[in-house]
């Protein structure tokens, strides 16, 4: 008989918890039937209600017992090498954000510009998981999700200048 784990309880929450951000911010969250590296997809709104061009990437992790390092300045989460060499190509924003279930927050990370240079992710071969590190200073609240969006509208910015 299936079982709802204490996992899973706390995976629903983490999604729940960014997609209410997103809602806050006046963006919308969609949702991907299946995770393959990415949980939501989030398109964003003018001033005055009008859609943008674009959308940026959301993966979700989870956790009772947040990982820190280097005095608690950074969280510790471990990704799939696979799915990192996947956000590496993307042309629009990839956010990794890590949920703290014990202390209702969230953490975030753009992951193109935390690798800016980062072909070894993309050709080379190594374990097949490995820890990125997201700053405790980036919480993820709906006024992230409004910077989060100025990122994505500086990239459409230069791929409009590049047509």
Not at 15 to 26: H, P
Request: aromatic share 8%; net charge positive; proline share 3%.
């Amino acid at each position: 008989m299936a079982r709802r784990t204490r996992e899973h309880v706390i995976a629903d929450l983490a999604v729940n918890f960014v997609e209410r951000q997103i809602l806050l911010a006046g963006a919308t969250p969609q949702r991907m039937a299946f995770d393959y590296g990415v949980d939501l997809s989030v398109s964003t709104f003018a001033e005055d209600g009008e859609a943008e061009t674009g959308y940026f990437h959301i993966q979700v992790k989870s956790t009772e017992k947040l990982l820190t390092v280097k005095n608690g300045t950074l969280v510790r989460c471990r990704v799939w090498r696979h799915h990192l060499r996947r956000w590496l190509s993307e042309p629009m924003p990839v956010i990794v954000v890590v949920y703290d279930a014990g202390n209702d927050k969230a953490y975030w990370l753009h992951v193109q510009g935390a690798f800016p240079h980062a072909t070894r992710f993309r050709l080379g071969a190594g374990t097949a998981q490995l820890s990125l590190h997201l700053p405790t200073s980036q919480e993820f609240t709906a006024a992230a999700v409004l910077g989060i969006r100025k990122l994505k509208q500086s990239e459409i910015e230069r791929v409009e200048r590049e047509i």
